[in-house]
C-alpha cells in the first residue's frame, strides 16, 4: 500500500539531512512568462468565519506586495463540502493554481493521479526555516509534492468559570470525565457542545478518545491496514464512550444537525462546559467570545493508561498547501504555495489561531494565551497521529465518518460500529 511508504519517509525525513531529491517539474511550465499581470487562484477552506481568514489576508497581502503585477484570488468553501470539490477537480482536471489540502492518506490519490506539481527544486530555498520533519507527511515516493502551515492538534476546550463553580477541575482519566458530566448534569449544565452535522467535529472527540484507549503505535498500523485489526477489543472502548456520553445527555440539545459554527458558538456564550476540536479554537475563542478569560484548554483524557499517555495527541502536520501541475505559472505558484504558508503559520499563530509550523523568527510576545499554552502541550507531546480522516484513504474515511453519525443517532450500536470499522480496512 503506498501509504506505507510515506511513513518510511517520515523517519527518513527525521533522521536524514540534506535536500529532498530533485523530480521532474517539465509540466506545467513558467515558459518564460513574465510575472507581470498575472492572477493566481488559490482555493482554501478558510471562510470569513474561519480562524484563520484574516492570516490569509495578510499573508496574501504580502505575497502581492512583493510581486508588483500579481493577485492572488483566494477563493474560500466550508470544509466538508470542500472535500467534495477538491476530490471533483482533481478527477476533472479543473484544479486552481494552487489549493488547500490535507495531508496523508486524504491527499494519496492526488499525487497518484500525476496532476500534482513536485516541488523538491523549490523547498531549498525555505530548507532553514520549515524543517524536513516538518513536511514528512507531504512526502509520496520519497518526493515532496506541498508545504505545511501550522501543527494542529485536538484538544479538551473547556469554560473555567463553569468549572470552577462547581469546583471541578480537567480531567487526566476517563473516570475523572465521567464524575465531570455527571456533576454537571446534576446541577442543569450542559457538558459538552459539539457538532454532528458536520461530521468531523464529533470525529474529534472519537479520534481522541480512540488514541487514549489503544495508544499512538497500535491505532496507527490499524489505519494504515499494516497488521493491527480494528476488532482488537481496545477500539471497542472509543464507541461505547460516545454512545455512553449520548445516553446520558451529555452532548447539547440537537447536535444532529448543528454545524460547527453553530455548536461552537453555544460553546462561547456558556451553553456548554466542554467542546473537543483542534488548536485553532484558541483564536477563536479571543475573537467570538465574550470574555476570553472564562476559557482554558487541556489535552483529551486517557481511557487505557497501559497503552496511551496525556500527552499524546491527535493532529501533526496535516493542513497544507498543493500546486496544480497543469498550472500556467509553475515557479510562481509554487513560491506562492511556500510564501503563503509561511505566513498563514506567522499570522495564525500572532492571532491565536494555529501553532506555526515554520520557524518562529518574528517578536511573539502577543500570542494568546491559550495559543501559548498549546503550543507548550505540542512541544511536551509524546505523539502524534494524524486524524482518522486524514490518515485514512479517502473511501475509508468517508465510510468512518458516516459510521461514526449513524453510532450517535443510535441507529448502530457500538459492537456494529467496531465491526463495520472492521470490514472496511480489510479491504
Not at 509554487?334 to 491565536?352: D, H
Amino acid at each position: 500500500m503506498k501509504i506505507r511508504k510515506i511513513l518510511s519517509c517520515v523517519a527518513a525525513a527525521v533522521l536524514v539531512s540534506g535536500t529532498i531529491a530533485s523530480c521532474d517539474k517539465s509540466a506545467g511550465s513558467d515558459g518564460g512568462k513574465k510575472a507581470e499581470d498575472v492572477t493566481l487562484t488559490l482555493w482554501s477552506i478558510s471562510t470569513e468565519s474561519d480562524s484563520f481568514h484574516s492570516a490569509y489576508v495578510q499573508a496574501i497581502e504580502d505575497f502581492e506586495k512583493s510581486h508588483e503585477g500579481v493577485k492572488v484570488k483566494h477563493e474560500t468553501f466550508e470544509n466538508e463540502s470542500y472535500k467534495t470539490k477538491i476530490k471533483s477537480a482533481v478527477a476533472a482536471n479543473e484544479l486552481p493554481d494552487v489549493f488547500y489540502t490535507w495531508a496523508g492518506g486524504f491527499s494519496q490519490s492526488f499525487v497518484d493521479s500525476g496532476k500534482i506539481l513536485c516541488l523538491d527544486d523549490y523547498y531549498p530555498k525555505y530548507k532553514d526555516e520549515l524543517s524536513e520533519a516538518a513536511l514528512s507527511n507531504l512526502m509520496y515516493d520519497g518526493k515532496l509534492y506541498g508545504s505545511v502551515i501550522v501543527s494542529p492538534v485536538s484538544l479538551m476546550w473547556y469554560n473555567k468559570k463553569i468549572m470552577d463553580k462547581y469546583s471541578l477541575k480537567a480531567p487526566e482519566t476517563w473516570d475523572d470525565f465521567e464524575k465531570v458530566c455527571d456533576t454537571l448534569i446534576e446541577n442543569k449544565v450542559t457538558p459538552i457542545a459539539t457538532s454532528v452535522k458536520d461530521k468531523w467535529v464529533l470525529a474529534m472527540l472519537h479520534d481522541g478518545l480512540t488514541l487514549k484507549s489503544v495508544g499512538p503505535d497500535k491505532l496507527q498500523k490499524c489505519l494504515l491496514k499494516d497488521g493491527v485489526s480494528y476488532s482488537d477489543p481496545d477500539f471497542l472502548a472509543s464507541a461505547q464512550k460516545i454512545r455512553d456520553l449520548v445516553d446520558k445527555g451529555a452532548f447539547i440539545d440537537g447536535a444532529a444537525g448543528l454545524s460547527n459554527d453553530e455548536a461552537s458558538a453555544e460553546f462561547y456564550t456558556g451553553n456548554a462546559a466542554m467542546y473537543f476540536t483542534g488548536s485553532w479554537m484558541g483564536g477563536s475563542i479571543v475573537t467570538d467570545a465574550e470574555n476570553e478569560a472564562d476559557f482554558e484548554v487541556a489535552p483529551i483524557p486517557v481511557i487505557n493508561s497501559s497503552n496511551a499517555k496525556i500527552t499524546d495527541f491527535m493532529g501533526g502536520g496535516s493542513d497544507s498547501l498543493m500546486v496544480a501541475k497543469s498550472t500556467k505559472n509553475a515557479d510562481l505558484s509554487a513560491e506562492l504555495a511556500f510564501e503563503i504558508t509561511k505566513g498563514v503559520s506567522k499570522y495564525g499563530y500572532l492571532s491565536g489561531a494555529g501553532i506555526p509550523a515554520w520557524k518562529v523568527t518574528y517578536d511573539d510576545s502577543e500570542v494568546p494565551r491559550l495559543t501559548k499554552e498549546v503550543a507548550n502541550y505540542v512541544n511536551g507531546a509524546t505523539s502524534f497521529t494524524l486524524w482518522f480522516d486524514t490518515l485514512l484513504e479517502s473511501e475509508d474515511a468517508g465510510e468512518y465518518l458516516a459510521l461514526l453519525q449513524k453510532l450517535y443517532v443510535g441507529s448502530i450500536k457500538p459492537e456494529d460500529f467496531q465491526k463495520a470499522m472492521a470490514a472496511q480496512l480489510e479491504k
